[in-house]
């Protein structure tokens, strides 16, 4: 079955740090794609990086990188030189071959930045 | 703007008086989907769509009915809202089933059912 565990429920960095989002994942399909999304206080969700299961380099998108270690199932979020604005919750999600058609997500990690 | 859009954005409303929240998305997608986010358990699958006049069953259907007349809206119907449909919902859209695609979300409606 599609699991999505992420170990951290909350964590706190101090500004301009880098942190690490944990996840781990778990599916019998060779075909899936893992992504991460934002949720700040004002409760939106908000799309900000994507890894294929196919793809042989690590996804990055500006501050965002993922670091994929396929044999390990697991999908980590880094995110370089954290900002205040970075305080949300994040959410790691998957989508693969059996159940194409939804996202299963994790529980979420609560991340403050501090000043 | 590409966009998915959600109204109302915050509804409190009482048990048994049936409501209606709507979505539309502006990208011409395909598949569109209800979430409903609870504390400690994330977010869940009420019902999605794969195209017009095509829907089904998500992880939560219980209480919750959709329709897809047309490829850009997407409405949720709670016929007779319970409290324990208390929660924050989420329209989503992509442009097909397949693996790598992006499900993009609406804004949210936090709704209260006293």
């Known amino acids: 079955a599609q699991k999505i565990t992420q170990t951290q429920p909350g964590m706190f960095v101090q500004e301009k740090e880098a942190v690490t989002l944990d996840c781990t994942y778990d599916t019998s399909d060779q075909s899936y794609g893992l992504f991460w999304y934002k949720q700040p206080s004002s409760g939106e969700m908000i799309f900000l990086i994507y890894?294929?299961?196919?793809?042989?380099q690590n996804a990055t998108e500006g501050r965002y990188s993922l670091n994929f270690q396929k044999a390990r199932k697991s999908a980590n979020l880094v995110i370089s030189a954290s900002q205040l604005g970075d305080s949300a919750m994040y959410f790691c999600?998957?989508?693969?071959?059996?159940?194409?058609?939804?996202?299963?997500f994790g529980q979420g990690t609560r991340l403050t930045i501090n000043p | 703007e590409a966009q998915v859009t959600q109204n109302p954005r915050y509804l409190i409303t009482v048990t048994g008086k049936k409501l209606t929240v709507t979505c539309s998305q502006n990208m011409n997608h395909e598949y569109m989907s209800w979430y409903r986010q609870d504390p400690g358990l994330g977010l869940r699958q009420i019902y999605y769509?794969?195209?017009?006049?095509?829907?089904d069953k998500g992880d939560v259907p219980e209480g919750y009915k959709v329709s897809r007349k047309e490829k850009r809206n997407f409405p949720l119907i709670l016929e007779s809202p319970s409290p324990n449909q208390t929660s924050l919902y989420f329209c989503a859209s992509m442009s097909g089933g397949w693996v790598t695609d992006t499900q993009y979300f609406g804004p949210g409606t936090r709704l209260t059912v006293l």
């Open positions: 999600a998957m989508r693969d071959l059996q159940g194409a058609q939804k996202l299963v």
């Open positions: 769509s794969m195209n017009v006049e095509v829907t």
């Open positions: 890894q294929g299961s196919y793809d042989e």
